[in-house]
């Protein structure tokens, strides 16, 4: 199964030059869907996560159900003022200005081996910030994974662990 069939590219989303991979297709057919979560574990398999962390929103979607495939507990990389109770932030830069994540403070016990994921790597931004919050909360982040890898914008080389991906464009 090739799962570039079940990837829609929409032109100029959510503004012109960006060619936004859609990964709905994916999700609205059960056969491909098991598939991507069956590759994902073999790919994060070997990193031997205790947790996988999953960034908001569409991170969500792969790694929920990845970690329940994979025997993994499962934590959410939220943005600023979305998780309850104390958390752990942190702020860097973008294109333009900055942005927040968070995890709850008590998400991850130091040492604990963790794989985050995403469904896009763009540029790297949002995991390498992703990666440096669940460093400072004392994490053992072994992997960062997404379903499709963007290439030419060689994310990965700002990536301080190593990375896996299903599909590259
Ligand atoms: P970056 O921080 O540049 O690696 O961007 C990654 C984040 O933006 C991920 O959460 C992706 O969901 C989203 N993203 C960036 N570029 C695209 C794209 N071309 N198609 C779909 N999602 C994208």
Redo the contacts with the bound molecule.
């Keep these: 199964m090739d799962l570039k069939d079940y990837i829609r590219d929409v032109a100029d989303f959510p503004k012109p030059g960006?060619?936004?991979?859609d990964i709905s297709p994916l999700l609205a057919d059960a056969g491909a869907w098991r598939a991507t979560i069956e590759r994902l574990a073999d790919v994060v398999g070997p990193h031997k996560p205790a947790i996988l962390a999953g960034?908001e929103s569409?991170?969500f979607l792969v790694t929920a159900p990845l970690a329940l495939h994979m025997g993994c507990g499962f934590m959410m990389v939220r943005k600023r003022g979305k998780l309850p109770g104390r958390t752990i932030p942190h702020t860097y830069a973008l294109e333009y200005g900055e942005d927040t994540i968070e995890i709850q403070d008590n998400a991850v016990k130091p040492g604990t081996r963790v794989v985050v994921l995403?469904?896009?790597?763009?540029?790297?931004?949002?995991?390498n910030a992703a990666i440096s919050l669940l460093g400072k909360a004392g994490a053992d982040v072994r992997a960062a994974c997404c379903i499709i890898e963007?290439t030419f914008l060689e994310?990965r080389k700002r990536l301080p662990v190593p990375f896996e991906s299903l599909v590259r464009y």
């Design positions: 960006i060619l936004f991979r960034i569409r991170g995403d469904d896009v790597l763009a540029t790297g931004g949002t995991l963007l994310g």
